[in-house]
Every structure is written in C-alpha cells, then in structure tokens.
C-alpha cells in the first residue's frame, strides 16, 4: 500500500514508537498519582517526560500540558472552557468542524456569536480580515496554524501579536502542524495550542492535548476524578489535574513521548524539508496533467504543511480515490470535515482528494501515484 | 509485585489483549469511517465488532455504543448532554467524583440542582430513599452499579423500574462492575450506560464507552468532525457519529474487544467467583486482626464487586499504604475520588485502604498480604 492519508493519521509508525507502547502496556499501565507504590509512582514520572517534551517543543510550562483523547476534544475543552455567555469568537475561514461545529453550537444554545476572518495569501490581510472582526466583546480568536485540506498555513505570529495588542485569548488548532511545522507558543502570542499526538507528532490514535498558558484559566467540561484534593467538589485550580479527569491513556501519551524523540532523532526541519520535496514532486506531476485542478499554489516552507488537495476532471472525488484505492493508494476524499475550507476554495460542490506524504514516504511512491493518475 | 488495585486499573492484561494491541497498531491504525481504501473499511469493521460485543454483553444496540477516553468522559456525556436549564438530578450516596464532581459543577453553574439518595444494605430502603426525593422537574437519577470503595452494589433492577414507572432516565455508573457482574440495561431499565474499558473489561487505559437506549437523545458535550454530514455544522443525530467527534483510540478499542473474548473464554461468573473467593479471603483473615477496621459485611455476589476496604488501627490509609508498598504489595488509599462514600461509611477523616483483586490473582497472594498485614 502507498499510504498518502498522513493527514488523517500517520502511518506507519517510528519503530520506536510501536517497541515504546508495548513496553508501557506491560510496564507502564498504572494509575499514575493514585497509586504510591513503586511502579505507579514510575508511571507518573514517564508520564511527565512526555508533558515536558511536549513543553520544550512548543514552549509551556510541563504541568501545563493536558492530555485528552483528540485533537477535537483538545478543542472543545479549550474553546467551551474559555467562553462565557455574551462572548464573541472570531473563526478563520478555513477552520475543521473541530472549531466550526464547536462555535455554532455555542452560538445555538445563546452562549456566544462568532464570525469567520478569510484567509489571504497575503498574510497582512489575514490579520487585517481578524482584526476588522473585533467587536467590544470579542474574548476569542480561534485559527488553525495549516488547512487540514490545502495546507496553507495561517501569520501565526501576527495573528498572535494582533490578539495580545486586544487582549484577545489566542487559539490554535495546530492538528496539522504540531511536529512537523515549528510553533513558538511564547513567540506566537499563544494562550492555548491544541494538537492530536497521532499525526506528525507519531504517537498512537487515541492522543491528544492542549497545553495552556500559565495565566489562563480554563471553566471545564468534563469533571471526575484526579486523584488529587478528592474532598474538593471543584476541579483542582492547577494543572494539569484540572484538565484531567479520570484515567488516561498511558501507553498512548508514552507513545507520543517516543514519537518526539524520533523527530528529534531525525530532525524536524529535516522531516519538514522531505515532506515539501514530496508534496512539490506531486505538485509539479499533477499539474502537467491538464485532467487535474489543484486550487493552492504549491506547498512552501513556512507557508505550507505538506497537504495538497486535488480533482481529475468533473469526477465526484470519491471517485477518483475509489480509483486510487484500487491501486492500492490511499488517500481521503470528500470534504475532510472542513466545509468552511471546500467553500472558501470553491470545493463545497464535490470535496477534494488529498493527498498528505510523510517522512516515510518515499519519490518512488509518489512516481507511482502519479502514474496511476496518468492511466485514469 | 502483588498488584491488589484493580479497581483502578486491571494488570495484568490478558496476554491476547497485549497481542491485539501491537496487531492493531500495526494493522488497525488508520482512520475508520474516513477513508475508502481497504486497510481504513477493514478498521470500520474491526471497531464495530467491539460494539457488537458490547452491545451483546449489556444489552444495547452495537451502533449506540460510543467510544470515550474513559469512564469519567462518557459520565460527563451522559449526564451534561442529558441536562436541560432547571433540572434535577438525583444521585446516590456511594458516587465517584465522575458523577458527584459533574452534577455539583451544574448545579454551581445553575444549570441543575441535585439531591442525594442514601445507600441501604436494605434494597427496597434504597429505592424509597430514590424515591422519596423526586421532584417534579426530577429528570435523572445516576447511581453507581457499586461502591469503587466498598464493593456494595446498588439494586439497579428495583431502582431502574422506579425510574421507568416516573419517566425518569436512568444512568448507571458501571466502573466497577463491567465485565464482572452480569447486568443487563434492557432488564434493569437501564437508559444510558457508562463503563470504562480498562478495569473489569481488561483493555487498555484510554478507553471507556457509553451505551445508549435507542429512544435517549442526548446533547453534545464534544463536537467536531465525525467524517459523515461534514457539511452539516450539527453534530449527525445518530449514534455513533454525534458521540464520537474526533480520532479514535483504535488500539484501545480493540483491545477491549479482545477483552470481551478473554472474559467470555473464562466465563463471566467464573471470574467473579473467583475474585469473590479471594475477597472472602482477605475479609476472613483482615477480621481475625483485631487491628484492622472494615466498613462493610464482606462481598457477596450479586451483593457487591470484589471490592474490599480497611484501616489499621488509627494509621493513615496512606501510611499502610507505604508500609505494603514496601513490600511490594500494590494497593491504593485515601479516598479513592470518592468523598461521598467516606461520608457516608464516616472514613472521610482518614480515606481507606482498598483492597481488589483480579481474575489473575492468587490465593497464596493474598496470603502475603495477609502476613505482611501480621507484622505490621
């Protein structure tokens, strides 16, 4: 198989990801903070190397960093917690219904509006498109760091320094770009990053967090269990107890710790660098083939994660990846659950295939890919 | 290690829930429902065989099983979603923080009130002291199968027809119950049932679920893309899909099916004999000390899980705790996220020491203990 699905999770995984969570499930599946023996107390340490990884990589305190079973529950803690009634959200136009479905049911039940900033490609007309936005009660910005379907990637930076000059809590969904795209949360102005750990970070499914700015508090959505201040019939205040609620998921959150180091390991520029080869040598093929639309220019370092979205000809593009699939070629088609995006880009009709390399796909497979597209 | 703290995670795991897991990380990994490709409709299909399994142990419809983080996540799901603006709740006496903490945060936010239900080791008391406190916007009652403390169980059939004859939906906590003692939510008038994967169930940490009645609609707590209606910006109304946003734990939830297979290859009941035995055990020779205190008749089937706990003279559940720590004797103390049930059993000044055995532990194990306990 040639799998070019990475942007729904990445495949395969590092070997020392898979060797790392079958030693936690055997030696590392306690409840960690619960338990004082020996080996929950163990649990509870490797538990926070992975908070620390995570930390240094992104620029957070350790304890600042909740683990949560997704990206999207990431989100929803980080949005719902953050909105009180009368709030006012702005959203980016190319937004995963991660954001939007969240936004529109706050907006439902009366707890909140939001309105939607076009992405430019001209970066300060991005901001500008947020800024305009601002209303006297506007508490929030919420923008994805790259389009989940045409990698375009959003002026992080001045987004964040925009916000900070409102005293606007910044959000972002970095599901795309956590672990492959460099994000400085002290850099960018960002209050709270949300990411899976399954994508480019190549932890397992089932892994995710959101890692908070020490002078933000969070209402919360889920309450339970912390193993800490039991009597207490609040969620503790500090973190990252109050953002964890029940049991997690141990060798998921190992995994993920095993998935950093191997980006260290490899390096991430290095990783970075081999997924734009990739996406340009798919790019540059596909557009000699005069069947195929592409709607982005092609991926560019800093500019782009490593996504390309495509059509062939007026096929519904289901079709086209019904196709590739035959050809033993994975990819998503559809619409990536990212209306807001289809729409943005004229896509709203018939979705888009996607297709997402990663560091261990290879020019060969691309070669194929394109000579499956060529016989279509 | 003697590992007696079961009730907070099972270990060991069964060795084909170990081997599950690394096939499906290898083979399982890929987004189900997302994509067309082979290896992606294989894992829609694995998944869904777990909910048939769940749904054939307690009785629900497989598609009306949803996947959570763990138990707590499905708690908060059942509960918050199942809440509407001048509500009441009534819970019992015995409830773990992933009800007591969700239904407090209502009723701060003035969402809903609540009001507490004495737990009696006489049945039919317990259902009147339900009963007597409903009101006329009483809309749930939430009780726990059993006691993450105590062990003593609730009589979810007599409180499940007492809901049913006042129209009120019923949620059972099954924590501790799920997998070990046979329920059945159609029987037991069971609307929503919320259980984690990783205790009795035998998968890993990171999985939970929550069953549903066809005929309970439930708001969502977490919304986000579910790869089906992606241009809806509601969650679908049908289950799975509007209780599932966001990536799986595929492993976990795998895993868990394989849990499923090994409890029914040993039998259901033999399990909960055996860990009975073991409890009789434990309460047979912790009652020949005249040092220890125990709150609770000892476990009897159908009566209770294999739940045990104690104190040692006027120690602090904590300082036992370390003492057996020190030889290698796993058990939790403190109050377990269970202030209530301290209050009510009045262990709250000291919490307990709780002792639970498993499927894999041996009666000569809990003779260490017991001589460990000797020389304290």
Do not use: W
């Not at 080869?277 to 092609?298: A, F, Q």
Request: proline fraction near 5%; hydrophobic fraction near 35%; include cysteine.
């Amino acid at each position: 198989m040639i799998y070019l699905d990475n942007g729904a999770t990445s495949y395969p995984k590092p070997p020392n990801v898979l060797s790392s969570s079958m030693n936690s499930l055997k030696n590392y599946s306690f409840n960690s903070g619960r338990g004082g023996y020996s080996v929950s107390v163990k649990t509870a340490e490797k538990i926070y190397s992975v908070r620390e990884k995570i930390g240094n990589m992104f620029h957070f305190e350790p304890q600042n960093v909740a683990f949560t079973l997704n990206c999207t529950m990431a989100l929803n803690m980080a949005i719902k917690g953050s909105v009180k009634k009368g709030n006012h959200i702005i959203i980016s136009s190319l937004e995963h219904n991660a954001v939007y479905r969240v936004v529109y049911h706050l907006q439902k039940n009366g707890i909140a509006t939001f309105d939607i900033a076009d992405f430019s490609f001209d970066e300060e007309e991005t901001v500008r498109n947020f800024e305009k936005l601002i209303k006297p009660n506007t508490s929030l910005i919420v923008c994805t760091a790259a389009s989940n379907v045409f990698g375009v990637a959003f002026p992080l930076k001045k987004i964040g320094e925009m916000a900070k000059k409102h005293g606007i809590r910044f959000i972002v969904d970095a599901a795309q770009a956590a672990g492959v795209m460099p994000i400085d949360a002290e850099d960018c102005n960002i209050d709270i990053l949300c990411a899976p750990g399954h994508k480019c970070l190549f932890g397992n499914m089932g892994t995710g967090f959101l890692a908070v700015k020490n002078d933000v508090f969070l209402d919360t959505i889920i309450d339970g269990g912390t193993g800490s201040e039991s009597k207490n019939p609040n969620q503790p205040d500090y973190l990252p107890d109050r953002l964890e609620a029940g049991t997690l998921n141990n060798s998921g959150i190992i995994s993920l710790g095993a998935g950093i180091d191997f980006i260290h390991a490899k390096g991430m520029d290095t990783i970075y660098k081999h997924e734009l080869m990739l996406t340009d040598y798919l790019y540059n093929g596909l557009s000699k083939n005069e069947n195929v639309t592409l709607y982005c220019p092609k991926p560019e370092k800093n500019k782009s994660a490593p996504i390309i979205s495509f059509n062939y000809k007026d096929y519904p593009s289901e079709k086209t990846a019904s196709y590739l699939a035959d050809c033993n070629i994975a990819v998503r088609a559809g619409f990536h659950c990212a209306p807001l995006a289809h729409e943005f880009f004229n896509t709203i009709d018939r979705g888009t295939v996607r297709l997402c390399p990663s560091v261990f796909t290879s020019a060969g497979m691309c070669e194929k890919f394109l000579n499956c597209i060529k016989k279509l």
